[in-house]
């Protein structure tokens, strides 16, 4: 499966652990985003990068989340002192070359649970 | 800034009936147009998109939008649904060069038998 993989894909966590996620792109593309879904929404932009370098940040990653992709290949996200408003599922999406039209390629995401 | 809405929450058909699923688009500069899909426990599938050109898409299941400027609207239709079109449609633009989606609400298709 040539996918984007998504690791884990379910997380229960206590409020205030600190949780991480781990995203595998398509192995060419070169642009990687990170979307949140709360239940009953559509997905909400958090953060992008090309290559390693992360270009953007939403208002919505507080200084408690932070995200990388070193080498420009996984990418990780992190999320310190969990709060139960938090709970979301986490999505990662991959793209080949830097034009907004562009297909994204999402993988199935990370369902976290803040008790 | 961009904004999408998608009209209807939920819409329930019986399988082989037509449907249409609505999504009006803000945005002061011009945008690409995109239809995703969840089923569920899996991640979203591109349909169709609108870069420019023909107002009509197709896309792959069956599937086709109309891109209206004069009513900033891209309404997904399909003249005969199945069963196995039951998931979440998602209605996004992109305008930056970011790339970055942003997503309407979510319609939730139910096809009955």
């Known amino acids: 499966d040539t996918g984007v993989s998504q690791d884990p894909r379910h997380k229960i966590t206590k409020r205030g652990q600190n949780v991480t996620f781990r995203c595998d792109p398509i192995s060419e593309h070169n642009r990687l985003y990170w979307y949140r879904q709360t239940l009953g929404q559509g997905p909400e932009f958090l953060t992008y990068f090309q290559n390693e370098a992360q270009l953007e940040k939403s208002r919505l990653l507080s200084d408690r989340f932070s995200a990388e992709r070193p080498k420009g290949s996984f990418s990780t996200l992190e999320i310190q002192r969990t709060e139960q408003g938090d709970s979301a599922m986490y999505l990662c999406?991959?793209?080949?070359?830097?034009?907004?039209?562009?297909?994204?390629?999402f993988g199935p995401g990370t369902r976290l649970t803040v008790l | 800034a961009q904004s999408v809405t998608q009209l209807d929450s939920q819409v329930p058909v019986f399988e082989e009936a037509p449907v249409e699923l609505r999504c009006n688009y803000s945005s002061s500069v011009s945008v690409y147009l995109f239809w995703y899909v969840q089923y569920p426990n899996q991640g979203l599938q591109l349909l169709l998109k609108?870069?420019?050109?023909?107002?009509l898409v197709k896309g792959i299941n069956g599937f086709e939008a109309e891109f209206n400027k004069s009513q900033t609207s891209f309404h997904l239709r399909k003249p005969s649904v199945h069963i196995s079109d039951t998931a979440e449609y998602f209605c996004?633009?992109?305008?930056?060069?970011?790339?970055?989606?942003?997503f309407g609400q979510g319609t939730t298709l139910q096809v009955k038998p």
């Open positions: 999406a991959s793209m080949e070359g830097g034009f907004a039209y562009n297909e994204q390629f």
């Open positions: 996004a633009v992109s305008a930056s060069n970011t790339g970055k989606l942003i």
């Open positions: 609108y870069l420019s050109g023909s107002t």
